[in-house]
């Protein structure tokens, strides 16, 4: 089934639509691409992302509730 383009949005994407896109902080964009984590390239001085590459780099970080460590149990207020 093909997607509606429209609804998507844009193929090629700056900083700021990925970090709306993520629902996060465009800093953390920046920090992600610095470190080689997320997929871009420059155009000129302009970071520029592949909508595809998005979408693929978030279904290889996606995880189920299984395979999340629990933490140390947390202690109740007044006890």
Avoid: Q
Wanted: with cysteine; aromatic share 6%; hydrophobic share 35%.
């Amino acid at each position: 089934m093909k997607r509606d383009k429209a609804r998507e949005g844009p193929e090629i994407m700056v900083l700021k639509d990925v970090a709306e896109y993520l629902n996060c902080h465009p800093v953390t964009v920046h920090r992600l691409v610095a470190h080689g984590e997320l997929p871009a390239f420059r155009l000129g001085s302009i970071w520029r992302f592949r909508r595809e590459d998005i979408e693929t780099w978030i279904e290889k970080r996606e995880t189920t509730g299984a395979e999340i460590e629990p933490g140390p149990p947390r202690r109740r207020k007044g006890k």
